[in-house]
């Protein structure tokens, strides 16, 4: 949309982005991502103007991607072949949600996107030398900041017309009969368009009209298409079949949607989850009528301040977007139920 607004949690002086190692089904390895060693309060650059040249373009692999070292030598972003996803050095920020966690997540992590995928040579390009300085200066929200304009706490945001594109979300309605405790106790299948309200119109001319039941709702897979698609820019359609963008469901965005699948579906827990960086989507089975199938999905958010890998969405027991524990710790490592239910990852 295109719209500023200053990031909900203020900056803090700690940074711990890439400082620790993860451990996924009992292997540690360290980051695949680069390390990115500025980002303090006012970010890698201080208060100082973001230079315009001077960078040097650094190729890595696994996967195949472009790490971007300012003048002085510092890690300033990272750029993955086949991705329109940049993650970018700003100031560092913390996220929290003490109704459901005492989990603190503080990173110098900026996630936005490019105008198309990255390939190897689109340094020399006009566009990204002009785009690289702008992005870096940026402080309007990135995804990170737009995906905690719907959590606890998060103030409603309008438009001029009064249309309201950001507060607080819900998960959707209740289901008459169902326990609280239950994953079935609040019913999925609230779309972001459900949670705006209004009426939306896909490319391919499907049109969608909001239940007004679902008035402010939105479930797992609509979560990421409200904040990548709605907000960020990103193209959706409307279906789950093949097409532009960000499809339905979450099974739908982890095997169709396009960008970079970063780790494959094996019908088990993977083993290895170094090659997640901030921004990516995770995917989960976790076993609510569908066990054999990608039935979840979330924002991966990077390390906790105990080096837990943590993720963020929406779910029923939260009753909203959520990086909490209720009904499950929201990390990526140990014995917790989405742990064992980690399936794939996808980097947009």
């Given at each position: 949309m295109g719209i500023d607004r200053t990031p909900r949690r203020?900056?803090?002086?700690?940074?711990?982005?890439?400082?620790?190692?993860?451990?996924?089904?009992g292997a540690v390895g360290g980051y695949a991502w680069d390390r990115l060693l500025g980002g303090g309060p006012g970010g890698p650059f201080g208060d100082g103007p973001v230079p315009t040249s001077?960078?040097?373009f650094e190729r890595r692999h696994a996967p195949a991607r472009t790490v971007v070292h300012a003048p002085d030598g510092q890690v300033v972003a990272t750029l993955t072949d086949g991705a329109r996803t940049a993650l970018l050095v700003g100031p560092t920020r913390t996220w929290d949600e003490p109704r459901t966690t005492s989990a603190?997540?503080?990173?110098?992590?900026?996630?936005r996107l490019m105008p198309g995928a990255w390939r190897a040579g689109k340094e020399q390009s006009p566009w990204f030398r002009e785009w690289l300085p702008k992005a870096l200066a940026d402080r309007s929200p990135d995804?990170?900041?737009?995906?905690?304009?719907?959590?606890?706490?998060?103030?409603?945001h309008r438009t001029a017309s009064g249309l309201r594109y950001a507060g607080k979300a819900h998960f959707g309605p209740r289901v008459p009969g169902r326990s609280p405790t239950s994953f079935h106790y609040l019913d999925e299948q609230s779309d972001f368009y459900d949670y705006l309200g209004t009426p939306?119109?896909?490319?391919?001319?499907?049109?969608?009209?909001?239940q007004q039941a679902r008035y402010g709702d939105v479930d797992c897979s609509g979560f990421m298409r409200l904040v990548w698609g709605y907000r960020m820019g990103y193209p959706m359609h409307a279906s789950n079949a093949p097409g532009i963008g960000l499809p339905r469901?979450?099974?739908?965005?982890?095997?169709?949607?396009?960008?970079?699948?970063?780790?494959?579906?094996?019908g088990r827990r993977p083993t290895d989850i170094s090659p997640?960086?901030?921004?990516?989507?995770?995917?989960?089975?976790?076993?609510?009528?569908?066990?054999?199938?990608?039935d979840h999905c979330g924002m991966y958010l990077g390390p906790d301040e105990e080096g837990h890998p943590r993720f963020y969405s929406s779910r029923?027991?939260?009753?909203?977007?959520?990086?909490?524990?209720?009904?499950?710790r929201a990390t990526l490592d140990g014995d917790g139920f989405y742990a064992q239910g980690l399936r794939m990852a996808r980097r947009l």
């Open positions: 203020g900056p803090s002086r700690r940074q711990v982005l890439g400082a620790v190692g993860l451990a996924a089904a001077g960078y040097r603190v997540v503080r990173s110098n992590a900026w996630v995804a990170i900041g737009v995906a905690f304009e719907y959590g606890d706490g998060a103030h409603d939306w119109t896909f490319p391919d001319g499907t049109r969608r009209y909001p469901r979450a099974y739908a965005i982890a095997t169709r949607a396009p960008g970079v699948l970063l780790i494959e579906d094996s997640l960086q901030p921004g990516d989507l995770v995917f989960f089975s976790i076993d609510i009528g569908r066990p054999h199938g990608i029923s027991r939260a009753n909203g977007p959520t990086m909490g524990d209720l009904a499950g």
